[in-house]
Every structure is written in structure tokens, then in C-alpha cells.
Nanobody
Framework: QVQLVESGGGLVQAGDSLRLSCAASGRTFMIYTMGWFRQVPGKEREFVAAVRWTDGNTYYADSVQGRFTISRDIAKRTGSLEMNSLKSEDTAVYYC?????????????????????WGQGTQVTVSS
């Protein structure tokens, strides 16, 4: 069994910063991609950022480019999302997701269906 646990969410004012963390535990497996998505009621789950575990390549949604930074600690099997200059429109439940490595597979990092495991979500609320 695999568990992903997010932490670090909270209530902040516009312009503030937050750092979210994602810890992987359970059965041993090789991580291919760790991603962050967010969702608000009535809308589809939205891609935020992703990092390829092996080479560290990162990908960002246009809406967060330049404000958010994704990183990972391979030894600890954890990832972080540093969020700066937060805006009211960043308010959402943020989910950590992981795609497991498997041979001969190709993935589109921005699509939720490409991920195998999901955390429970952590609420981020930005007041204006």
C-alpha cells in the first residue's frame, strides 16, 4: 500500500508565501513523476506543477510560472511546492500525486489520469 501525505496548507493573505510538503510511504516503488494539482468546487482538477524524479526536470502551469517552485528530496522520498506571491485565485485544495515508473511507458504530466497515487489534499486559502 502507498500513502501520500500533504501538509503545509493554511489561511494566508494575498502576497504571502506557503510551502507545501508531500511525503511518500508504504511499499517500495520507483517514482517517475511527482505532481501537484489543485481543485475548487465545480471545477476540474487543475495541473499546477510537476517534477521528474530522476533528472529533476520541472514543469509549471502558466498561472503559477515564476511564483511557484517544485522540488524533491530523493533520499527522503518527499517533495515540496514553494508558493510565493499568492493570489486569491490560488485558493483551492492542493493534491500531491505520484506516477510510478514502469518500462516502455510515456506520460503527460499535466493530466490527472496519468498519476497512480494521490494524497488526501490540503486546503490553501488566500484572502484578498
Amino acid at each position: 500500500q502507498v500513502q501520500l501525505v500533504e501538509s503545509g496548507g493554511g489561511l494566508v493573505q494575498a502576497g504571502d508565501s506557503l510551502r507545501l510538503s508531500c511525503a511518500a510511504s508504504g511499499r517500495t516503488f520507483m517514482i517517475y513523476t511527482m505532481g501537484w494539482f489543485r481543485q475548487v468546487p465545480g471545477k476540474e482538477r487543475e495541473f499546477v506543477a510537476a517534477v521528474r524524479w530522476t533528472d529533476g526536470n520541472t514543469y509549471y502551469a502558466d498561472s503559477v510560472q515564476g511564483r511557484f517552485t517544485i522540488s524533491r528530496d530523493i533520499a527522503k522520498r518527499t517533495g515540496s511546492l514553494e508558493m510565493n506571491s499568492l493570489k486569491s485565485e490560488d485558493t483551492a485544495v492542493y493534491y500531491c500525486a505520484v506516477r510510478e515508473f514502469r518500462p516502455r511507458s510515456q506520460a503527460v504530466d499535466t493530466i490527472p489520469g496519468e498519476y497512480d497515487y494521490w494524497g488526501q489534499g490540503t486546503q490553501v486559502t488566500v484572502s484578498s
